[in-house]
């Protein structure tokens, strides 16, 4: 073995040696300290109550008020010494690049048990309910207890990793994840059961841990090539392709033959489908509806049926690929099936933009067969907008429209995105273009426009409608409800910013915080006083409870831990309210300790006049 290698190998050896003992230390510390003499909330609660308490003031108010400590002030005292340890660790940038790596050596050395130890009693504490779903019932009715509702998250997700699957064969690769995605289905209809016990609470689903990425990641490609051959075809680029265009696009996938039908007249029934408002023209969201993978029609168009020949414009799927995608739809069927019997609503996770598209595709067609009427609580399937990626709201205006087309609720959760780290690194190896925004400005505009486009297309028609029957347009919408709204927007931000903005427009836009049209989320662990406010004034707010084995969980907990380094504003606010927080209980045990030592002067005797 080279030097340069036995160096490398031990220097990583010490540094991981190094480090565990160092957090394993800090853990015991931590540990005793909160075995100190406890200074709970509840014992200090009628000394500080006048400090912490809500003036009573709006909502934007609290909000913006940094020394409002109602997200801390409940909790006890080793939570806050947990929390104020694990976001210092956030601050070392190194230390949270050098994680994966660590873990991974940690593991290759044998130390993933102390390695492991200390995650589940730091990091794992912090941002998880617990290793199954039963386990996170304590957290999601202490939440309750404070007006937040829970989002019960299974935290399993698979990502590419050519050296796992590089020495199996195709049969074995499709047996592995096809038998892994039916054990996670069984997984996660135990987390909508527990989820359906506990009023107005989701169950989250990543759809990588429903099939194989390697298949997902080829939809993508396939549907990304789809709509580059629309464009390319539009040729005076007005967003439509007349009956021609559209046959030369039918040309273009890479099965023609369709049973007994000749070409011409597949054309002919595709066309005379795709164009339902029968003006000659087709745009990419009916053409997108009409000739898709969602459909047993037309998903044999998709088969590759000659893998030899010259690479098709538009990549073709094997057939066993096309059964396994039609499986993946299957079992998201049945479980939307049980949340719809049990009334549990679900929110499909955004992940990793080379998954994305067939993400989307498979959400959008839940929605269409699940949203057309909306339960007690809302339209039942949510799917979730990476606003940080540069074609975001294009995406969302285009299954807006999409929704409004198919009579159905257009239920949407934005974030800005919680995979810039590894989606910029792929770019930059890859050689491609960087999906993400360039900068944070631009981030923020995108979301703020997404926010903006989805409560302007909640209160037009509820205008429209008033101007119908003869009301003023201009009154506020105090009609409008989950009953005849065309859409549903779940603001998931830790950004403050975002959440005073919508809250602003929201009172502008006469939406009261009870109407369930408008929805607030945070992570476990992060932005305790946004949700804890937000609860306080009625607000519909949620926060996401992840669970699983911990080793399946390490990659969730490194993008939080990736996040708060990155975002160091936000955990120094953090910080400095826990840091009030321990200080104000501090000072009211040693008042109390200095009462109970002042000395007892006897009385004199007794006089009389």
Not at 144 to 166: M, P, T
Not at 178 to 184: E, P
Not at 269 to 278: C, G, S, V
Not at 529 to 555: A, C, D
Request: glycine share 6%; with cysteine.
């Amino acid at each position: 073995m080279p030097a340069t290698t036995t160096t490398s190998s031990s220097f990583w050896t010490k540094a991981a040696i190094g480090g565990t003992i160092a957090l394993a230390t800090s853990a015991t510390l931590l540990n005793q300290i909160a075995k100190a003499p406890q200074m709970e909330a509840n014992s200090s609660s009628a000394q500080s109550a006048s400090l912490t308490m809500l003036t009573g003031g709006n909502v934007v108010q609290d909000l913006k008020d940094e020394h409002n400590r109602i997200g801390v002030e409940k909790k006890s005292t080793s939570d806050l010494l947990l929390s104020m340890f694990v976001y210092k660790m956030c601050t070392f940038s190194l230390l949270v690049n050098l994680a994966p790596k660590l873990i991974r050596l940690a593991e290759m050395i044998h130390l993933s048990v102390p390695a492991y130890w200390i995650v589940r009693k730091t990091f794992f504490t912090q941002f998880c309910g617990g290793e199954t779903a039963e386990d996170c019932i304590g957290t999601m009715n202490s939440l309750k207890n404070a007006r937040i509702n829970s989002i019960l998250d299974l935290s399993i997700e698979v990502d590419l990793n050519e050296s796992d699957l590089s020495s199996q064969s195709p049969e074995e690769i499709r047996s592995r994840f096809n038998k892994s995605a039916d054990n996670i289905a069984n997984q996660i209809s135990t987390c909508i059961e527990t989820a359906s016990n506990m009023v107005k609470s989701f169950a989250a689903i990543k759809v990588t841990a429903m099939g194989s990425p390697l298949l997902l990641q080829q939809v993508s490609l396939t549907l990304n090539a789809l709509h580059t051959v629309f464009k390319n075809v539009d040729q005076d680029g007005d967003g439509k392709v007349i009956k021609e265009e559209f046959k030369q696009l039918v040309k273009m996938l890479p099965n023609l033959a369709h049973g007994q039908k000749s070409f011409d007249d597949v054309v002919d029934q595709l066309f005379q489908e795709a164009d339902k408002d029968q003006d000659g023209r087709v745009d990419w969201v009916d053409f997108a509806c009409t000739v898709s993978l969602n459909r047993d029609e037309t998903r044999a168009l998709f088969a590759n049926t000659n893998p030899n020949d010259q690479p098709a414009a538009v990549p073709g799927l094997a057939k066993e690929d096309l059964e396994d995608y039609r499986r993946l739809l299957v079992r998201m069927e049945k479980l939307c099936d049980q949340a719809e019997k049990t009334q549990t609503r679900l929110m499909i996770d955004a992940e990793q933009s080379y998954f994305q598209p067939a993400i989307d595709n498979v959400a959008l067609h839940l929605q269409e067969h699940y949203n057309h009427t909306p339960h007690a609580d809302g339209p039942l399937i949510y799917n979730t907008y990476q606003m940080y990626l540069k074609d975001a709201l294009e995406r969302l205006q285009q299954d807006y429209t999409r929704a409004q087309r198919n009579g159905y609720i257009l239920a949407a959760k934005l974030v800005r995105g919680a995979y810039m780290v590894s989606e910029r690194k792929r770019a930059q190896e890859l050689g491609i273009e960087d999906p993400i925004c360039d900068d944070i400005e631009a981030t923020h505009t995108s979301y703020n426009a997404g926010v903006d486009f989805m409560l302007g297309e909640m209160t037009r028609q509820q205008k429209e409608a008033k101007i119908i029957q003869g009301k003023d347009a201009e009154e506020s919408p105090s009609m409008l409800s989950l009953n005849n709204s065309p859409v549903v927007l779940f603001v998931a931000s830790h950004n403050k910013d975002s959440v005073v903005r919508t809250c602003q427009r929201m009172l502008e836009l006469g939406l009261t915080p009870q109407s369930g049209l408008v929805m607030f989320g945070q992570l476990m662990g992060m932005c305790d006083q946004i949700s804890y406010t937000l609860g306080h004034y009625g607000y519909g707010i949620y926060k996401y409870v992840p669970y699983g084995p911990i080793h399946h969980v390490i990659p969730y907990l490194i993008r939080r831990a990736q996040e708060n380094s990155s975002v160091l504003g936000g955990v120094a606010v953090e910080r400095s309210l826990l840091f009030e927080e321990l200080k104000s209980r501090f000072m009211a045990q040693k008042a109390r300790t200095q009462i109970q030592t002042v000395p007892v002067v006897p009385a004199g005797p007794a006089t009389t006049l």
